[in-house]
């Protein structure tokens, strides 16, 4: 069974390891559309293909189609865009206070790779 541009474009999230209320907000819809156009509940509409398109680098063509690449570019680091998204949104005490859990994180982090597990 040929698989269908819905399905391809839970592929897509996947591949990116979103979970459908990011990805969905990516693409300026409702999570409770988004899930309707996984189930194959709603059509995907042009706009929403070409919003995929751009924002996570996907191929309209592999959309439409599912022929070649699933990506135009290698994989978007989408997890970077929303944390700078998130950070862009904060007012500048918070984004410091983020600035240095990232950093307190990073250092807990550093300390137990060199444990051995």
Same mark, same amino acid.
């Given at each position: &069974?040929? !698989?269908? $541009?819905?399905?391809? /474009? !839970?592929? /897509?999230?996947?591949?990116? *390891? ?8 990516? =693409? #300026? ?7 309707? =156009? ?10 929403? +293909?070409?919003? +995929?398109?751009?924002? #996570? ?5 592999? +959309?439409?189609?599912? !022929?070649?690449? &699933?990506? &135009?570019?290698?994989?978007?680091? $989408? ?6 998204? $998130? ?9 410091? #206070? ?9 250092? /807990?982090?550093? *300390?137990?790779?060199? !444990?051995? +597990?």
């Amino acid at each position: &069974m040929e !698989k269908s $541009v819905n399905t391809r /474009i !839970k592929a /897509i999230r996947q591949a990116l *390891k979103l979970n459908q209320r990011d990805f969905a907000k990516g =693409i #300026y819809c409702s999570q409770s559309l988004y899930a309707a =156009i996984e189930l194959e509940g709603r059509k995907l509409n042009d706009r929403h +293909i070409a919003l +995929i398109v751009n924002k #996570y680098k996907a191929s309209r063509e592999w +959309i439409l189609t599912g !022929k070649g690449e &699933m990506f &135009m570019e290698p994989l978007p680091d $989408v997890k970077f865009d929303l944390l700078a998204e $998130v950070f862009n949104e904060l007012n500048e005490t918070f984004q410091d #206070y983020l600035l240095l859990q990232a950093n307190e994180l990073l250092k /807990i982090q550093k *300390k137990d790779s060199g !444990k051995k +597990i």
